[in-house]
């Protein structure tokens, strides 16, 4: 038989107020600790870099290898002196 649970209890409203009342505060909690993350994240300074930032194109190194003369198989033939 499965238990009733009377709401006239004092025993059940008491537990019942105490949850509510535990969850009202957690809830309020959370709450106030956003804010308190978003205000601090509003006064931050950002901080400019330091210097100029270089940029390398990754084919920039692929170019300049294929771009490179080709050596010849046979080196030139020295002429005689006459």
């Known amino acids: 038989m499965p238990v009733r649970h009377d709401?006239?209890?004092?025993?059940?409203?008491?537990?019942?107020?105490?949850?509510?009342v535990?969850?009202?505060?957690?809830?309020?909690?959370?709450?106030?600790?956003?804010?308190?993350?978003?205000i601090f994240a509003a006064r931050a300074e950002v901080k400019q870099p330091m210097g100029d930032i270089t940029w390398l194109d990754a084919g920039a190194f692929t170019d300049?290898?294929?771009a490179a003369p080709e050596t010849p198989e046979d080196p030139p033939e020295e002429e005689e002196p006459t």
């Open 64 to 66: 300049a290898l294929t």
């Open 22 to 38: 535990t969850f009202a505060l957690v809830a309020l909690l959370h709450i106030a600790l956003v804010a308190l993350l978003a």
């Open 7 to 20: 709401l006239r209890d004092p025993e059940r409203r008491r537990a019942q107020r105490s949850f509510r």
